[in-house]
């Protein structure tokens, strides 16, 4: 009776095949790699060309994998099922597949498979293997992973595993890279890595794991425990030598900074968005009570009697968005391979580099959102530093002149002050003569004035002085600007005039202007300026000059929410109706003509002639009866001059 069940099964299959080829045909074929994909199948396709070696089978509605038709397929190397209905598969269905290396069943329902405790079976040949977005819970993936030898690489994530047993790795010894990402593990039996000598990179972020205690994976190379629980972190066994690398804690509640071999190789280690408090290792004796009272620690860590970790191979260190008040300076005298430290949204008030730690090698440094109301480095410190974040602290006064190495500064949202070139630096910041600086950023500092030559000897190609109402801006503010500035922003700053000629910039690409309340924008030659924003303002007349100067080289403008007249900006309209140059705004782009004694807005793009006739044609009567009058009064002065001239010779013979 079964046999007959498989012979009827194998006879549907293959009167449908026959009758429906479409879906062979549908399969693309390309050298030796086949793919199928989002082509409705149901089955998988009986007569694809042999010998293939890529079989992209994802996104079907295949719901059972048998042994019958991929058994005449041996040659397979990667073989794709991502995204179908796959709840059950055959046992042994890949004990033949000899050359099998890549499996993608991520995306499926194998928890209804691992729901009735069938091994796979042989996976012999397979290195990487998705088992993701599955459904599966804690042990089921086991009957996937117990007879895997050559298995190095693994992804779990996006299941439902609570748990991590110590049986769970042990057919798959090979393993390299596991990622267990996005599941709900609560915990790790001890132990369970332990076996798995070669494994490199073990991904556990965004899961619900709690403290790490005793971690002893000296091979690992890469540790993600970000978007947990984690209170803490320590290794087990301090003196020996870890190959660790990467570690990242992010997106944890961890209150002092983890315990770290004292050998350790780390370059990146990510510690943002937790508690600390400290950069110490271990917290104040009070802390530590209230972390034990509520049972988030078991017993206080142990650390260097200096209490700070000695990172002496560390690239990268971040420290944002934590609860830091302040950092010690002698915390980064191991630290000299540091290249970027960010400990941005804290509560830091001062910052300092001694000659102690001088950071030589660090190129990027955050402090910016904190509330810095001091920041300072001793000569011969910061020599490598090329990125400069203060924004968002209450930053008077600074002193860049010995940042010999700085390219970019960004000091948007403090209090400063824009010395001029001859200026000593006194209650203002000198930006002359930084010949390595190209960017800077001074916007919502509520300056008062950019004063002549400002940045002389400083070659910036971008410039944002945006969001100070009330700025005055020195016509010669810009000077020295007029081979490097790319880019300029005055947005937001109220201004009624623009004194500075940019067209002398000559390498100006583009300029921010809006939201000001200009009424005129005055170019004297050529500019180079591509994109010109103008939008919220007063302007009422672009002048043809000004247009002129632009064209050719402008490509985008921005010119909205201003008062334009229609019969004043022809040259602009023509523009707009001929598509010169792209106006993004468009839509909102509006001018204003007479009509009937009233002004009516309309859209730039439907701006006609016989909007400005009837105008035009009142203009020129009146013109023309004021010349009549202007001639008549003409002709009545001279007729009355030549009536007293006889007069007065009439009289002058008479009297002879």
């Keep these: 009776m079964g046999a007959c069940l498989w012979f009827l099964f194998f006879a549907v299959n293959g009167v449908a095949a026959f009758v429906h080829p479409s879906q062979l045909s549908s399969c693309r074929v390309l050298q030796k790699n086949a793919y199928c994909s989002d082509l409705n199948l149901t089955s998988v396709p009986p007569q694809l060309p042999p010998g293939i070696h890529m079989l992209d089978l994802s996104r079907n509605f295949l719901q059972n994998l048998t042994e019958d038709i991929l058994s005449t397929y041996p040659t397979i190397r990667q073989l794709n099922f991502h995204s179908n209905r796959i709840q059950s598969i055959q046992p042994g269905l890949f004990r033949n597949m000899n050359h099998l290396q890549v499996l993608d069943l991520s995306r499926n329902q194998l928890h209804?498979?691992?729901?009735?405790?069938?091994?796979?079976?042989?996976?012999?040949?397979?290195?990487?293997?998705?088992?993701?977005?599955?459904?599966?819970?804690?042990?089921?993936?086991?009957?996937?992973?117990?007879?895997?030898?050559?298995?190095?690489?693994?992804?779990?994530?996006?299941?439902?595993?609570?748990?991590?047993?110590?049986?769970?790795f042990s057919g798959s010894l090979a393993l390299r890279k596991i990622d267990l990402h996005n599941n709900v593990i609560l915990e790790i039996e001890e132990g369970t890595f332990n076996s798995l000598q070669h494994l490199t990179e073990l991904d556990l972020s965004m899961n619900s794991i709690s403290c790490i205690e005793d971690f002893n994976l000296f091979p690992l190379t890469s540790l993600n425990l970000s978007k947990n629980s984690m209170t803490s972190f320590q290794c087990t066994?301090?003196?020996?030598?870890?190959?660790?690398?990467?570690?990242?804690?992010?997106?944890?509640?961890?209150?002092?900074?983890?315990?770290?071999?004292?050998?350790?190789?780390?370059?990146?280690?990510?510690l943002s968005r937790n508690q600390l408090r400290s950069v110490n290792c271990t917290g104040a004796a009070e802390e530590l009570q209230y972390l034990k009272d509520r049972q988030e620690l078991t017993h206080a860590p142990r650390c260097s009697s200096n209490h700070h970790q000695e990172?002496?191979?560390?690239r990268y260190l971040d420290l944002s968005y934590n609860h830091f008040t302040a950092v010690p300076s002698d915390f980064?005298?191991?630290?000299?391979?540091?290249?970027?430290?960010?400990?941005?949204?804290?509560?830091?008030?001062?910052?300092?580099?001694?000659?102690?730690?001088?950071?030589?090698?660090?190129?990027?440094?955050?402090?910016?959102?904190?509330?810095?109301?001091?920041?300072?480095?001793?000569?011969?410190?910061?020599?490598?530093?090329?990125?400069?974040?203060?924004?968002?602290?209450?930053?008077?006064?600074?002193?860049?002149?010995?940042?010999?190495?700085?390219?970019?500064?960004?000091?948007?949202?403090?209090?400063?002050?824009?010395?001029?070139?001859?200026?000593?630096?006194?209650?203002?910041?000198?930006?002359?003569?930084?010949?390595?600086?190209q960017y800077?950023?001074?916007?919502?500092?509520n300056l008062i004035s950019v004063p002549a030559h400002a940045f002389q000897g400083t070659p910036l190609l971008i410039l944002d002085l945006s969001l100070n109402p009330g700025v005055k801006i020195s016509e010669?503010?810009?000077?020295?600007?007029?081979?490097?500035?790319?880019?300029?922003?005055?947005?937001?700053?109220?201004?009624?005039?623009?004194?500075?000629?940019?067209?002398?910039?000559?390498?100006?690409?583009?300029?921010?202007?809006?939201?000001?309340?200009?009424?005129?924008?005055?170019?004297?030659?050529?500019?180079?300026?591509?994109?010109?924003?103008?939008?919220?303002?007063?302007?009422e007349i672009l002048e043809d000059h000004t247009l002129m100067a632009l064209e050719g080289k402008l490509r985008t403008l921005h010119i909205s929410m201003n008062p334009l007249s229609c019969c004043a900006n022809t040259r602009l309209i023509d523009w707009v109706q001929q598509a010169s140059?792209?106006?993004?705004?468009?839509?909102?782009?509006?001018?204003?003509?007479?009509?009937?004694?009233?002004?009516?807005?309309?859209?730039l793009r439907n701006v006609k002639t016989e909007h400005c006739d009837t105008l035009n044609g009142k203009v020129f009567v009146i013109s023309l009866i004021a010349v009549l009058v202007l001639g008549l009064m003409v002709v009545l002065l001279v007729a009355i001059k030549l009536c007293h001239s006889r007069s007065h010779r009439f009289n002058h013979s008479y009297r002879a």
């Design 112 to 168: 209804l498979y691992a729901a009735l405790k069938t091994n796979v079976g042989p996976l012999t040949s397979v290195q990487k293997l998705d088992l993701s977005g599955n459904g599966l819970y804690t042990d089921m993936s086991d009957y996937f992973l117990r007879d895997a030898p050559a298995l190095t690489n693994l992804s779990l994530n996006g299941n439902s595993i609570t748990k991590i047993g110590k049986e769970t």
């Design 237 to 270: 066994d301090l003196d020996k030598e870890f190959e660790l690398l990467y570690l990242d804690l992010s997106e944890n509640k961890i209150h002092y900074f983890p315990i770290l071999p004292y050998k350790n190789k780390i370059i990146h280690l990510d």
């Design 311 to 314: 990172l002496p191979r560390l």
């Design 332 to 437: 980064f005298n191991s630290m000299v391979d540091l290249e970027t430290l960010n400990i941005s949204n804290n509560c830091l008030g001062t910052f300092m580099v001694d000659t102690e730690g001088p950071l030589n090698a660090l190129k990027t440094l955050d402090l910016s959102f904190n509330n810095l109301q001091n920041f300072t480095f001793c000569e011969g410190t910061l020599q490598g530093l090329r990125s400069l974040y203060l924004q968002g602290n209450y930053l008077s006064t600074l002193d860049f002149s010995r940042l010999h190495s700085i390219t970019n500064l960004h000091l948007q949202l403090n209090t400063l002050h824009v010395c001029g070139s001859q200026d000593q630096p006194s209650g203002c910041v000198s930006f002359s003569s930084m010949p390595s600086l």
């Design 440 to 445: 800077l950023y001074l916007s919502e500092n």
């Design 476 to 539: 010669q503010a810009l000077s020295g600007l007029e081979n490097s500035l790319i880019y300029l922003s005055l947005r937001g700053d109220q201004l009624q005039t623009l004194k500075t000629d940019l067209s002398l910039l000559r390498s100006l690409r583009m300029v921010d202007l809006s939201r000001n309340q200009l009424t005129s924008l005055s170019l004297s030659r050529d500019s180079a300026i591509e994109i010109l924003h103008l939008q919220n303002n007063s302007l």
């Design 581 to 603: 140059v792209d106006i993004p705004d468009i839509t909102m782009a509006t001018c204003h003509y007479r009509k009937d004694a009233e002004y009516v807005k309309i859209n």
